[in-house]
């Protein structure tokens, strides 16, 4: 699909800036929302990122994506902190939240529900293990996860 291609090429782009600002490329989208698309960049850093920094990053990728002029439809370019609960995707935000509370949506109903919490124990390829507060470990099959984040507690 082009925007998995999008997605792909603008990360490539925005990797070297990132690496020399010290950040993190969290990740890179390109959705439709009503009548716009949006290319989207999420980044991070120890400590947070601040709206100067994503000012820094956008600017620099805005320069190499105008060079590069490989998006064939127009977009709003934004580059953005993942902010609190964001979604863990790749192999190191698992890493990263390894011990940590999260939270699993599913796609289907398991037992009647579709969330659940726990401590993140494992994860592979395939697999997801949480402790849920009661002290069940509970594994879930990767493609049942709708979605899987950093559980926030206020």
């Known amino acids: 699909m082009k925007w998995e291609e999008y997605e792909q090429r603008t990360e490539e782009l925005l990797r070297p800036i990132t690496d020399a600002e010290g950040f993190e490329v969290v990740d890179v989208e390109f959705v439709k929302e ?3 698309r949006y290319l989207r960049a999420y980044i991070d850093k120890q400590g947070g990122i601040t709206v100067d920094d994503c000012e ?13 002029d490989f998006i064939e439809e127009s977009y709003i370019l934004e580059v ?34 579709k969330e659940f ?18 002290g069940t470990e509970r594994r879930f099959e990767r493609n049942e ?3 899987i984040r950093q559980a926030v507690i206020w």
């Open 145 to 147: 996860i709708a979605l």
């Open 80 to 113: 953005s902190s993942p902010g609190l609960g964001r979604p863990l995707k790749k192999e190191k935000d698992f890493a990263r939240n390894m011990g940590e509370l999260v939270e699993i949506r599913t796609f289907r109903p398991i037992e009647k529900q």
């Open 34 to 36: 009503g009548t716009n």
């Open 56 to 68: 820094i990053v956008s600017r620099a990728l805005s320069d190499k994506l105008d060079e590069t």
């Open 117 to 134: 919490s726990g401590i993140l124990k494992a994860y592979d390829e395939a697999h997801v293990t949480i402790e849920e507060e009661d």
